[in-house]
């Protein structure tokens, strides 16, 4: 490999060179016409080829009346159209408003009537919902299949439309995962998206010889700054239609790719499948990932070949810290890393005050890139940015050396009997369980404690959900967990509801096992103490 990073870490502490995305594409094209930009399996397509459709697109959304400012949405797999047509909307100063494919109904309208967007780009797959929503809509919106703009604007000029853009320009209304009330369009501009970009290839290395893989949905976060990323060092990025922990290495050899970035549920589902001789067969050189489970870093790592690192944020932030890749001391302690360029973080108590080394507090942002704020929300902007600091909710506590590692949430504490709980160590534990895919804990109201706690568990293929296992896990509990920690309460579910974020959405979780009826089991200390335990 050619070892020489495209971004130095020298250079971070500067500028990214462009001013917006559609000015960087332009540069791209010019400077590395044939270099690959995007492959959606077979298919492969150069800077210049992408320069070439995006401008054509461009000229279409400006031909049909959109300007600096409209907002238009994009309803669609992974497939190229996705960003053929976010790239285009900013060629124009058009905001996107990315839509969740798995949106229903009222999911849909909802996000249509708070975003005000004018045209729904979709697929054969999702038009018929989308076409019967949006005529419910009070404002008209209009919905064209991706194949019929790709096939209209190849009649276009390839040539971007002759409008100023800024930094500051708006490029998306990106909706937060809506885990408490409605969800939130978080303002993004342009300069986000460069600064993450820049900021990502500076951070993971990236050289000419590197190839970056994703396989989340492209309405997420992950695509697009991975797009961005791409974009920035001028580099493959391979867009895999979904994620499977079955084929996910696979594709991974397949298409020679030297980094990717996963989350939430991913890791443990990657590690639940059955070892392989091909697994230390791939290229990868980084795995950046958020929620590394630290039980099983060093595991994870030794598995595949490759190190892991924490790459930590959210939407209305972006990147905030990063574990460097050197840092090999803290493998396995669940560290977060250390603030990136162009951010500070800070750990404060609920007065507002910081603490010191050791002490939970929760974690504040200041900083680029930043949102602009949420969507005709402005309680809830004053809310989360105070005196130019975002208010993660993340509860977490500094060592001496500034890194920070993650105790739990500010919404997810769960309080038993006077005892603060972390879920986040409760599922930890769990998650260790051979019996265990995955996991999550929440407190269930309880007369005489107040909370109790309460354990959501899919289980390992072979394992039967009932008392038995019910009995195994708490055994498993008692013998890693305080006794106050310890779940009471069991429910088996086949899939988790998940956030945009990848993460388990535990207000739906809590929503759906209440209408479903979910049966859940019991188990008191007498019940721990002589059941045998089942296998996987």
Known sequence: MTNTPIVTSEMLSSEPSAHTLAELLEAQAVAIPEREFLRFGSDSYTFADIECITSQVAQWLHAEGFEPGSRIAIMLGNELGWPVTWLAALKVGITVVPINSSYQASDLAYVLADSGARLVVTSEAHVALVETVSAEQEHPVRVIRISNLLEEAAQHPAVRPDIELQRSSLANFQYTSGTTGFPKACM???????????????????????VVLTAQPFSYMDPQWNTAMALTAGVPLVVLERFSASGFWGSVREHGATIFYILGTMPMLLLKQ?????????????????????AHHAELEQRWGAPWREAFGMTETGVDLMSPLDDTETVGTGA???????????????????????????????????MQGYWNKPEATAATIVDGWAHTGDLVKRDSEGRLFLVGRLKEMIRRGGENISSAEVEAVMGASPLVVSCAAVGEPDELWGEEVKLFVKLAQGV??????????????????????????????DEFPLTPSLRVSKPLLVERAVAEATPVFAVTAAQRSTTPKPTP
């Not at 250390?338 to 507090?361: H, L, M, N, Y």
């Not at 039967?464 to 088996?492: C, D, I, M, W, Y």
């Open 188 to 210: 993004l501009t342009n300069d986000y998206w460069l600064r993450i970009g820049w900021l990502a290839a500076g951070l993971a290395g990236l050289t000419r010889d590197d």
């Open 274 to 294: 059955p070892p392989s001789e091909l697994d230390r067969d791939n290229r990868v050189r980084l795995v950046l990932c958020s929620g590394i489970p630290a």
């Open 336 to 370: 977060l890393g250390v603030a990136v360029p162009g951010k500070t973080v800070d750990v404060r108590d609920a007065e507002g005050r910081s603490v010191g080394p050791g002490e939970i507090g929760e974690m504040v942002v200041s900083g680029t890139p930043m």
């Open 464 to 493: 039967a959900a009932g008392r038995e296992t019910a009995e195994a896990l708490s055994e498993h509990a008692q013998a890693n967990l305080a006794r106050f920690k310890v779940p009471r309460l069991f429910s088996f579910v």
